[in-house]
């Protein structure tokens, strides 16, 4: 077995401790006692799809790899070159997504083992739940599969709860329960209220908050219901309260939507040193605002991610509109990940919405995996377009 994830793992959380940020240190720490049991103690675990809920998995005595976060791992510290040329030897379909692919590669390098099983949603895309199923085919693992209702009503959150509740049963029956259903709604309603807490926060000090911290911090979600993450995002929060405010003036206020360049966090640092702005907000670090409980524990999961603010493109733009105004942006930035027909179609709308609004959007496209897929000269160029009409814009709003 490679080890070479696990000593960036280590290394990254000792040098967060060494700068005094405990909290993203105890994360990354996490994540490295998570590969060491699966690597060196040779525990069993689930490949996951990002929105199966963590607070199903925290039940049971099984690690669970959620395959987005893998691949952003990797991708940051730029562990395998060339990913998508990479996947395209070994056959991975040239239409998928380079998460996926980047995933697949960790695998057959043999940087992370073989999963137990796999666990995939057909929301939010179906590249990462088709991905799951034709590896699970190939090495004859199970496949727990959720389907998700293309529509929002109660009848269908009757329907994904029978799902949820049959994946927990499925479970049951393979693994040994670890934790019991109260205390893992107990912990998941603890980090919500401080995950609530934190998005107030950066509302009302937007000047205080580094956008890429909350970037770096979404996936998160996906440890909802372990005991914790509240401790994490306790931590999270009081460093933004304790950290001075940095003299900002008046510049303009811009709103960051999609995913970003992993191996390129330092871009939005970079816009708004040239752009002369200030990111104020992305829209994945948004768990929604539904507490569990014990009682209705899988009809409050199916409702999370049914009324989550991507569900619906309507849902969406009304979020980002909801986002300008509260934050009185004066522009808009999507990075558009290739292949990836989950956010980008709704890169028309949003562009309507700013035109009505009287402020600039950009479209930045590329691979949020794979550098190779991402044109920097050329996403330079929009951005000085973009920086100018910033500058002289009059928002509506
Ligand atoms: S980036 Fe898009 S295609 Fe890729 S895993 Fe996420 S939702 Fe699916």
Not at 194 to 214: G, L, W
């Amino acid at each position: 077995m490679d080890h070479t994830l696990l000593a960036k793992l280590d290394l990254t959380a000792r040098y967060h401790t060494s700068i005094g940020q405990h909290y993203m240190a105890a994360y990354l720490q996490n994540q490295y006692n998570l590969l060491k049991n699966i690597t060196e103690k040779q525990k069993q675990y689930i490949a996951a799809t990002y929105y199966i809920p963590g607070e199903l998995l925290a039940c049971f005595d099984v690690e669970a790899v959620f395959l987005e976060r893998f691949a952003g791992f990797a991708a940051a510290w730029r562990l395998l070159d060339h990913p998508v040329a990479r996947a395209d030897t070994i056959e991975f379909p040239a239409d998928g997504c380079s998460y996926q692919a980047l995933f697949h590669l960790l695998l057959t390098e043999k940087i992370i083992p073989k999963p137990a099983a796999f666990a995939a949603m057909n929301f939010a895309c179906r590249n990462a739940w088709q991905y799951c199923k034709s590896e699970t085919q190939r090495h004859y693992l199970p496949f727990f599969h959720v389907d998700v209702p293309r529509v929002f009503s109660q009848r269908q959150i009757c329907i994904l709860a029978d799902e949820l509740q049959t994946l927990y049963n499925r479970l049951c029956k393979m693994f040994p329960i670890k934790a019991e259903i109260q205390d893992v709604v107990h912990a998941s309603n603890e980090a919500l209220a401080v995950q609530q807490e934190m998005n107030a926060y950066r509302r009302a000090h937007p000047e205080k908050c580094s956008t890429i911290d909350f970037l770096k911090l979404f996936p998160l979600y996906n440890d909802l219901g372990k005991p914790d993450t509240p401790d994490i995002l306790q931590g999270f929060l009081k460093r933004l309260t304790e950290t001075a405010a940095p003299g900002t003036g008046n510049i303009p206020r811009v709103l960051w939507l999609g995913i970003v360049p992993l191996y390129k966090n330092s871009l939005l640092t970079k816009i708004e040193k040239q752009g002369h702005c200030k990111i104020v907000w992305e829209e994945m670090f948004d768990f929604g605002n539904i507490k569990l409980s014990c009682d209705s524990f899988f009809p409050d999961l199916a409702k999370r991610i049914l009324t989550s603010r991507f569900f619906t493109q309507e849902s969406r733009l009304a979020d980002i509109l909801q986002s300008v105004k509260d934050f009185g942006a004066q522009g808009i930035i999507h990075f558009s990940q290739r292949n990836c027909r989950f956010l980008p179609p709704a890169v028309p709308l949003i562009r309507q919405m700013a035109q009505e609004l009287h402020i600039p959007f950009l479209e930045l496209r590329g691979d949020a995996v794979d550098p190779g897929y991402f044109d920097e000269q050329a996403a330079a160029m929009q951005l000085e377009q973009f920086y100018e009409q910033l500058h002289r814009s009059t928002p509506c709003i």
